[in-house]
């Protein structure tokens, strides 16, 4: 059974750091064609893609974000972390990590149940 | 980026209608285009990736087609549990994935 579970802060500054944590169980990211990706949704909106890091530690970035955005993995811990620079109001979300196997494609098919992220002062 | 537009934005249909929601994307995909349904409050549900392969445990009312630009996803039977928002999403460039800006399906 894969879960994935996402943790951190529910409340950052505009200008801070904000360090996302992916928690998983049920499969390896050490596995051949295995990934974890984030993804967010602005409140009432539609879902953006983010970052994607695969078992062989190659890492895929949104072009928009890509000078914000740092994915790494963990593989001991069945972690997988996500730092966003620079955080602004409109990066409010609820941030989602979601587990990818190739199989005719990558597609998200375990996610966890995201955590939502406020940008104020 | 690839771009992927869907369309309706939004649609209203009864219990037992049929609906088509569809996706384009402004590059050819191949098949590499997945369908999602999001109910308020809750994760994305994969429904069909690969454009036509339904996810296990996924009711059979549930379709996709297409290929390269333009792509369908169908419900044959509107059951009162589908009222949700759909998206479609491109794998083809794994480079950047990008999603549908949404179809919310309602009630009428």
């Known amino acids: 059974q894969i879960t994935l579970k996402e943790s951190g802060p529910t409340l950052v500054k505009p200008t801070q750091t904000l360090t996302l944590t992916c928690t998983f169980s049920g499969f390896s990211l050490s596995t051949s064609g295995v990934g974890v990706g984030w993804i967010r949704q602005p409140p009432g909106k539609a879902l953006e893609w983010l970052a994607l890091?695969?078992?062989?530690?190659?890492?895929r970035y949104s072009p928009s974000l890509k000078s914000r955005l740092t994915i790494t993995k963990d593989t001991s811990k069945n972690q997988v972390v996500l730092t966003m620079t620079n955080m602004d109001p409109v990066d409010t979300a609820t941030y989602y990590c979601?587990?990818?196997?190739?199989?005719?494609?990558?597609?998200?098919?375990?996610w966890g149940q995201g955590t939502l992220v406020t940008v104020s002062s | 980026d690839i771009q992927m537009t869907q369309s309706p934005s939004s649609l209203s249909a009864s219990v037992g209608d049929r609906v088509t929601i569809t996706c384009r994307a402004s590059q050819s995909i191949s098949s590499y285009l997945n369908w999602y349904q999001q109910k308020p409050g809750k994760a994305p549900k994969l429904l069909i990736y690969a454009a036509s392969s339904l996810q296990s445990g996924v009711p059979s009312r549930f379709s996709g087609s297409g290929s390269g630009t333009d792509f369908t996803l169908t419900i044959s039977s509107l059951q009162p549990e589908d009222f949700a928002t759909y998206y479609c999403?491109?794998?083809?460039?794994?480079?950047?994935?990008?999603f549908g800006q949404g179809t919310r399906l309602e009630i009428k």
């Open positions: 999403q491109q794998s083809y460039s794994t480079l950047s994935i990008t």
């Open positions: 890091i695969y078992w062989n530690d190659d890492k």
């Open positions: 979601a587990h990818t196997e190739y199989q005719l494609g990558y597609y998200f098919d375990y």
